[in-house]
């Protein structure tokens, strides 16, 4: 019998897990598991008991079921444990980005069943000046929009929720002039976007081709939108975005396992939906095949 570690967030999204808790266990422990349960009160439980659990030894299985804040959570405690414990994933957030790009079904049952029966996987996962992010740390536009929307906006309109808050942000867009080295080449600008990511889609608006993505090649994709000078600049930065088209000049697209910023001052990050007050220098390192996913 497998023994699995279930850890619950119960405000995720439109507080879904607290209805779903008792069909989920039953589907697991359908599925020949012998289920313990952690319930999250606050923000670091999920990494505590993902933590503790993968030292421990005792589990098969760690699953979570929250939104791609607990995943976040989840996954760096058990990269600190060691990595060795697969993990599954039951995404009951606003917008889950992340099991959107892994293929990771939204419905409950589908997603309980894939969590115990999925195939593993090894995944990357990012270091920023030592903190865990999963598939995004971003900064500037639509950055603050995972961590500002309130959560009863997001608890009753979703990924609406995202794309409204999203419009709000951009009309106060402030460029930012930093210096970055990605694999050998270096960029200096003034960007009023910037992304190191290992998925298709950022908050639903912003979306790269699966076909750039791989997430365990050892490589993170680094994302820059240059400052527009003009309305004209704007509606073209808006087109390639929409279009997922970043070839023009308004836009840097690369990919590496470790970068380096330097930054006129210090800013607030997205890592993963949470909210990451960065420095002025910061250095971003991937961890290679880190982590196992049942996908």
Same mark, same amino acid.
């Given at each position: 019998?497998?023994?699995?570690l279930?850890i619950?967030?119960?405000?995720?999204?439109?507080?879904?897990n607290?209805?779903?808790?008792y069909?989920?266990?039953d589907?697991?422990?359908?599925e020949?598991?012998?289920?313990?349960?952690q319930i999250?009160?606050?923000?670091?439980?999920?990494?505590?008991?993902?933590g503790?659990a993968?030292l421990?030894? /005792?589990?098969d =299985?760690? *699953?979570?079921s929250?939104g791609?804040?607990t995943? &976040?959570?989840?996954? #760096?405690g058990? @990269?600190s444990?060691?990595?060795k414990?697969?993990i599954?994933y039951i995404?009951?957030?606003s917008?889950n980005?992340?099991?959107k790009s892994?293929g990771?079904?939204?419905?409950?049952?589908?997603a309980?069943?894939?969590?115990?029966?999925g195939? /593993?996987?090894? =995944?990357d *996962?990012?270091l920023?000046?030592?903190?865990?992010? &999963?598939?995004v740390? #971003?900064?500037? @536009?639509?950055?603050?929009?995972s961590y500002?929307?309130?959560?009863?906006l997001?608890?009753?309109?979703?990924?609406m929720?995202y794309v409204?808050t999203g419009?709000k942000d951009m009309?106060?867009?402030k460029?930012?002039h930093l210096?970055i080295?990605c694999?050998?080449?270096?960029?200096?600008?003034?960007?009023?976007?910037g992304?190191?990511?290992n998925t298709?889609s950022?908050?639903?608006?912003?979306?790269i081709?699966?076909?750039l993505v791989?997430?365990?090649?050892g490589?993170?994709?680094?994302c820059?939108?240059?400052k527009p000078?003009?309305?004209v600049?704007i509606?073209?930065?808006?087109?390639?975005?929409?279009s997922?088209?970043?070839?023009?000049?308004?836009?840097?697209?690369?990919?590496g396992?470790?970068m380096?910023?330097e930054?006129?001052?210090?800013?607030?990050?997205?890592?993963?939906g949470e909210?990451y007050?960065g420095?002025?220098v910061l250095?971003?390192e991937v961890i290679?095949?880190?982590?196992?996913?049942?996908?």
């Amino acid at each position: 019998m497998k023994k699995v570690l279930l850890i619950i967030n119960p405000h995720s999204g439109k507080s879904k897990n607290k209805s779903m808790l008792y069909d989920i266990i039953d589907i697991i422990s359908g599925e020949g598991c012998l289920v313990t349960t952690q319930i999250t009160h606050k923000i670091g439980d999920a990494s505590k008991f993902a933590g503790e659990a993968g030292l421990s030894g /005792e589990y098969d =299985i760690i *699953i979570c079921s929250g939104g791609d804040g607990t995943l &976040n959570e989840t996954i #760096s405690g058990v @990269a600190s444990s060691g990595g060795k414990v697969p993990i599954g994933y039951i995404p009951t957030g606003s917008t889950n980005d992340f099991a959107k790009s892994l293929g990771i079904p939204s419905d409950a049952r589908e997603a309980s069943l894939r969590a115990v029966n999925g195939k /593993e996987q090894y =995944i990357d *996962i990012g270091l920023i000046n030592g903190a865990h992010f &999963n598939y995004v740390a #971003s900064f500037g @536009a639509f950055t603050s929009v995972s961590y500002s929307a309130p959560q009863s906006l997001k608890n009753m309109l979703g990924h609406m929720a995202y794309v409204l808050t999203g419009i709000k942000d951009m009309a106060r867009i402030k460029a930012t002039h930093l210096k970055i080295e990605c694999n050998g080449e270096v960029f200096e600008d003034d960007y009023i976007f910037g992304a190191v990511t290992n998925t298709t889609s950022l908050g639903g608006i912003v979306k790269i081709d699966d076909a750039l993505v791989e997430f365990n090649d050892g490589l993170f994709e680094l994302c820059l939108v240059r400052k527009p000078k003009n309305p004209v600049d704007i509606t073209k930065i808006a087109k390639g975005v929409l279009s997922s088209d970043y070839s023009s000049d308004y836009f840097v697209f690369r990919k590496g396992n470790k970068m380096h910023f330097e930054l006129d001052e210090k800013l607030t990050w997205s890592l993963d939906g949470e909210k990451y007050d960065g420095d002025k220098v910061l250095d971003v390192e991937v961890i290679e095949s880190a982590v196992k996913l049942k996908l």
